[in-house]
């Protein structure tokens, strides 16, 4: 069961840095480790500045790169992008899947931005987690926030191999700091979309089984009907 803690956040509490392994649910392909609480070291800090760049064509190519991991390993995720989907084969080609790459990559920049300001990077994940909540009737599940996990690492450490000895000690800090940061960022996002779902309950008076029933994000057999519906 992964663990979320609603309560006690405290983004000025430097010594609150907090990792939760899930190690029980963890398989060699999920990652379920939560970080509530991040305060990155200086020397965290500049490894991440030092290997992230404002150049576009860096930002597409790790953009594209982390998009296509997601859409080879889990082809049904495609369709959650009509505009990308509908050029079908020639979906890498299209100026929707490069805006896509574009919008998701600006997400990293502004947490490189923001790595001395916890408290504000934190807010701004969670409201684009937030939003996540809207494609659910496309058929979007909480289960994609892992994806993503396993997609950024595949393109960044690719990235990194493609200048840095993995032999060298400056690696291992490296890969150790893009690992927190991954891990922070879908804790936040997946507390916004949480966050999200609970307002929209709060805001209708079904019971939860009924509301749940007809959300597409618990039900599989509503994903579908509304997919086919939007088509
Ligand atoms: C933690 C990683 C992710 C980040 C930082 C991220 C970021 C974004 C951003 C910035 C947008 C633009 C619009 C907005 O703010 O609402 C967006 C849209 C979207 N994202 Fe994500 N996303 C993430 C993970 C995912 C995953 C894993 C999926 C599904 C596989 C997904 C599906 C979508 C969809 C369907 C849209 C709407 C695209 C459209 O306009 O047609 N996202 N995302």
Known sequence: MNCYNFTHI????????RFIHNDEENTEKEDNTICIYWHPTSSEIGLLRETWSDDIDFLYNIGSQIYIYIFEHNPDTIELFPKIHKHGERWKDSPEFRAQSLKFVQTLTMCIELLDKMDRMAENLRTIGEHHVQYAKRGF???????FYDALKFS????LNSFIESSDQKYHDIINAWNKLAHYIITQMKRGYVHKLVKEFQEQDDTFSIWAGRHPSFSSATHSKEKKQEK
């Open 10 to 17: 405290n983004h000025n509490n430097q010594d609150k840095n």
């Open 141 to 147: 599940k909480p289960i994609y926030w892992n994806i």
């Open 156 to 159: 960044l450490f690719d990235h």
